[in-house]
């Protein structure tokens, strides 16, 4: 079988668990280029990475989808890039795998869908959480009645993010698309988006820049369209760094990781606390680049779509709304 051909675009850090992951374990895919805004950015990530591997550099993106032609591209660029940088790799096309958010914009979100879906494309989100065994057996235990009517949801977020990621392009909106919420809380409302597996009907939200040009700290109300209640707690100038997920059905309480892994489920009806996948189960944790080749090849379905994609979209569309306005919000703002 011929090699999968992979470009990449954006070279910053996190990139890098991808390429490791891709080393080890995805034999399927061989990275052939490398692109960023600086030669010397890309010859130092692949100094770094790949260092025995013949790989093209490039610095304009539509340069290396017309010269390399990449089957797949893996975009780590900031937020607001997302869109432009997936939307050339699909109409190239060539399949994505997009660092969440998949991008700023519900408008934008539904285009890519729409165009990965016209072009019969794989266009996934690199959300962690979502790819292990931990998430697939919470959705299957929500699914199948073991929680009952899942009525109550709740996240939490904390991190020093604001001196973190200060004088970064984290905290420029033109390169974010916002603060705290859209960047390490988007974790947390990805986890709650996927395990609620409902659309926003209406939010209402607080924030609070702390003197930055992004949201920081911010607080939010939420209605999902199958009745489900929710809030989220985004907190980017804490001293620690802590992150939980809590879903309350009629019949049970969960309590998750919105990265996966731990989690226990507890309740009056069940015969014994859950606490782990049990022996068996059929849907292994796998990492984002793993799944993104088995999709190709159509031995798996896409553990995170685009679909999942446009209902952070349409949520963080209305939280960045109801903020500008003081007021509740129903979404999605834009109608397909």
Same mark, same amino acid.
């Given at each position: 079988?011929? *090699?999968?051909?992979?470009?990449?675009?954006?070279?910053?850090?996190?990139?890098?668990?991808? /390429?490791?992951?891709?080393?080890?374990?995805?034999?399927?895919?061989?990275?052939?280029?490398?692109?960023?805004?600086?030669?010397?950015?890309?010859?130092?990530?692949?100094?770094?990475?790949?260092?025995?591997?013949?790989?093209?550099?490039?610095?304009?993106?539509?340069?290396?989808?017309?010269?390399?032609?990449?089957?797949?591209? &893996? /975009?780590?660029?900031?937020?607001?890039?997302?869109? #432009?940088?997936?939307?050339?790799?699909?109409?190239?096309?060539?399949?994505?795998?997009?660092?969440?958010?998949?991008?700023?914009?519900?408008?934008? =979100?539904?285009?890519?869908?729409?165009?990965?879906?016209?072009?019969?494309?794989?266009?996934?989100?690199?959300?962690?959480?979502?790819?292990?065994?931990?998430?697939?057996?919470?959705?299957?235990?929500?699914?199948?009645?073991?929680?009952?009517?899942?009525?109550?949801?709740?996240?939490?977020?904390?991190?020093?993010?604001?001196?973190?990621?200060?004088?970064?392009?984290?905290?420029?909106?033109?390169?974010?698309?916002?603060?705290?919420?859209?960047?390490?809380?988007?974790? /947390?409302?990805?986890?709650?988006?996927?395990?609620?597996?409902? #659309?926003?009907?209406?939010?209402? !939200?607080?924030?609070?820049?702390?003197?930055?040009?992004?949201?920081?700290?911010?607080?939010?109300?939420?209605?999902? $369209?199958?009745?489900?209640?929710?809030?989220?707690?985004?907190?980017?100038? !804490?001293?620690?760094?802590?992150?939980?997920?809590?879903?309350?059905?009629?019949?049970?309480?969960?309590?998750?990781?919105?990265?996966?892994?731990?989690? !226990?489920?507890?309740?009056?009806?069940? #015969?014994?606390? &859950?606490?782990?996948? #049990?022996?068996?189960?059929?849907?292994?944790?796998?990492?984002?680049?793993?799944?993104?080749?088995?999709?190709?090849?159509?031995?798996? =379905?896409?553990?995170?779509?685009?679909?999942?994609?446009?209902?952070?979209?349409?949520?963080?569309?209305?939280?960045? $709304?109801?903020?500008?306005?003081?007021? *509740?919000?129903?979404?999605?703002?834009?109608?397909?």
């Amino acid at each position: 079988m011929e *090699p999968i051909r992979i470009g990449i675009i954006g070279c910053g850090k996190y990139v890098r668990n991808h /390429v490791r992951a891709i080393l080890d374990h995805v034999p399927q895919f061989r990275i052939v280029a490398l692109c960023d805004l600086t030669r010397e950015k890309v010859e130092q990530f692949r100094r770094e990475n790949l260092p025995r591997r013949k790989v093209a550099i490039y610095t304009d993106h539509k340069k290396m989808l017309t010269k390399a032609r990449p089957d797949g591209v &893996i /975009v780590a660029t900031p937020h607001t890039l997302h869109f #432009p940088h997936c939307y050339d790799s699909l109409s190239s096309g060539a399949h994505v795998l997009v660092e969440k958010p998949m991008v700023t914009s519900s408008q934008h =979100a539904r285009r890519l869908v729409a165009l990965a879906h016209r072009k019969k494309l794989i266009l996934q989100i690199a959300i962690q959480g979502t790819y292990t065994d931990t998430f697939a057996y919470a959705r299957k235990l929500i699914s199948d009645g073991t929680m009952g009517e899942l009525q109550l949801v709740t996240g939490v977020l904390a991190q020093g993010w604001l001196e973190g990621t200060r004088g970064k392009w984290r905290q420029d909106p033109r390169l974010s698309g916002g603060g705290q919420l859209y960047d390490s809380t988007a974790h /947390v409302l990805s986890a709650m988006m996927f395990l609620v597996d409902s #659309p926003v009907r209406e939010v209402f !939200c607080v924030t609070d820049n702390k003197g930055a040009a992004v949201d920081i700290n911010a607080v939010a109300s939420i209605r999902f $369209e199958n009745g489900c209640m929710g809030t989220i707690t985004s907190g980017g100038n !804490c001293s620690t760094w802590y992150s939980h997920l809590i879903l309350q059905g009629s019949n049970a309480i969960m309590e998750i990781s919105p990265h996966g892994g731990s989690f !226990c489920v507890r309740g009056r009806r069940l #015969p014994t606390d &859950i606490t782990a996948v #049990p022996k068996g189960w059929d849907v292994p944790s796998v990492s984002p680049v793993r799944n993104f080749a088995d999709a190709i090849l159509n031995r798996s =379905a896409p553990r995170c779509d685009g679909h999942l994609g446009i209902m952070l979209a349409d949520l963080m569309d209305a939280l960045y $709304e109801s903020a500008r306005t003081r007021r *509740p919000v129903k979404a999605p703002l834009r109608k397909k």
